[in-house]
């Protein structure tokens, strides 16, 4: 049996997954029929959060079904990178001293992301 502990997954892993299989259904779907489309061993609830706080970032949307809901992507096109960068925004908001969060940011940055950064923001160097 394996431990609890090595089949977590990172928040944004199963974001994507999740995503990824709503996309793929093409239509609107329950937490339920995510959890089944997963083919994982998953708990509903862990779905339902999941979708929730897909639908609280902005990257799905829900209608009434029964007495739950059914989730669908906001998007026709997979935004993977979208995700990223909202998830990256909610962090630097979640700390009061942006100054610092950021500074240590670009200071773990390899060296060929910190020239991606750079060419970012000084277009005019590139």
Same mark, same amino acid.
């Given at each position: 049996m394996t431990d609890a502990k090595d089949e977590r997954r990172p928040a944004g892993e199963l974001e994507a997954s999740v995503l990824a299989a709503l996309w793929a259904a093409g239509t609107s779907q329950t937490p339920g029929q995510v959890q089944l489309s997963l083919g994982r061993h998953l708990a509903r609830t862990?779905?339902?959060? =999941?979708?929730? $706080?897909?639908? &609280?970032?902005?990257?799905? &949307?829900?209608? $009434?079904?029964?007495?739950? /809901?059914? /989730?669908?992507p906001v998007r026709d096109v997979p935004d993977t990178?979208?995700?990223?960068a909202r998830r990256m925004h %909610? *962090?630097?908001?979640?700390? %009061?001293?942006? *100054?610092?969060?950021?500074?240590?940011?670009?200071?773990?940055? %390899?060296?060929? &992301? *910190?020239? =991606?950064?750079?060419?970012?923001?000084?277009?005019? &160097?590139?």
């Open positions: 862990t779905v339902t959060t =999941i979708l929730s $706080r897909l639908h &609280d970032k902005g990257v799905v &949307d829900r209608r $009434r079904e029964g007495r739950g /809901y059914a /989730y669908f990178h979208g995700l990223t %909610s *962090e630097l908001d979640r700390d %009061s001293d942006r *100054e610092t969060v950021l500074a240590r940011f670009v200071a773990q940055l %390899s060296p060929d &992301d *910190e020239r =991606i950064l750079r060419g970012l923001l000084e277009p005019g &160097d590139r």
